[in-house]
């Protein structure tokens, strides 16, 4: 009997390892973020305290806002439709370093929390709306804002130098269980290169195998006591599509 149930087990892992294999090439509907209806260079604001649940094309985001004494704080992912590419100061934060998004007017803007203060619901996981689903890719840039503080330092972080990056992280996720992980550097100083990302760039996905969840991460190695100093900001656009 107990030779049957480690038997089982073991089946039953490999069932899930199996399902997290590329099986067929599933038909998704791409997140284009235009289904949000913005005011000329706007963003998807919220007047109540909160966590939004909202998707696009076949996919489900979350948009987190607070208030604090210095206004309206929003994170997760934000959909903005502003069309400048300049940082002068933080009520810039939604500009994507090409200035727009790949196509259309509207892409997403995605903050990630510094853990010692997590809001509720602070999260930049990416669900899909069907049961499982194999992805093709997405497209990925920096805001003006990081790659402004990237390059020139501001009070908060300094200027990258040799050795230093900006690395996003994408993990896929079948019923909980981790399938596979795609990286991507956002800003990469290592081994005598100073790149910098301020364009649209095409991130295949097709790593992560059949999935339900993705589950993004940045990394930076400008930190201080456990917190990450260069603006916890990257853009989305196109999520799901092929190149």
Not at 135 to 143: A, D, M, R, V
Request: hydrophobic fraction near 35%; charge should be negative; include cysteine.
């Amino acid at each position: 009997m107990k030779n049957l149930k480690v038997l089982a087990i073991a089946l039953l892992s490999v069932g899930i390892l199996v399902s997290c294999e590329k099986k067929q090439e599933e038909v998704v509907k791409v997140a284009t973020f235009e289904e949000v209806s913005l005011g000329a260079d706007t963003i998807n604001s919220y007047t109540d305290a909160g966590v939004y649940n909202w998707i696009s094309g076949d996919f489900g985001f979350t948009t987190g806002m607070t208030t604090s004494d210095y206004g309206k704080y929003y994170y997760n992912y934000v959909v903005s439709g502003q069309q400048s590419n300049v940082y002068k100061d933080f009520s810039d934060q939604y500009h994507s370093a090409p200035g727009g998004a790949v196509a259309g007017r509207n892409f997403a803007v995605a903050y990630q929390e510094d853990p010692s203060y997590l809001s509720k619901g602070s999260s930049l996981n990416i669900t899909y709306s069907g049961f499982a689903t194999y992805l093709p890719g997405t497209y990925i840039t920096n805001t003006a804002y990081a790659a402004t503080v990237i390059k020139e330092g501001n009070g908060f972080a300094r200027a990258f130098k040799d050795g230093d990056y900006f690395k996003l992280t994408l993990t896929g996720y079948l019923a909980g269980v981790k399938c596979g992980s795609v990286e991507f550097y956002l800003a990469d100083f290592r081994n005598g290169k100073s790149l910098i990302v301020k364009e649209w760039s095409y991130l295949e996905l097709t790593g992560l195998g059949i999935v339900d969840e993705i589950r993004c991460k940045l990394e930076s190695t400008d930190v201080t006591n456990n917190s990450m100093n260069t603006p916890a900001y990257f853009c989305l656009d196109n999520f799901g599509a092929k190149k």
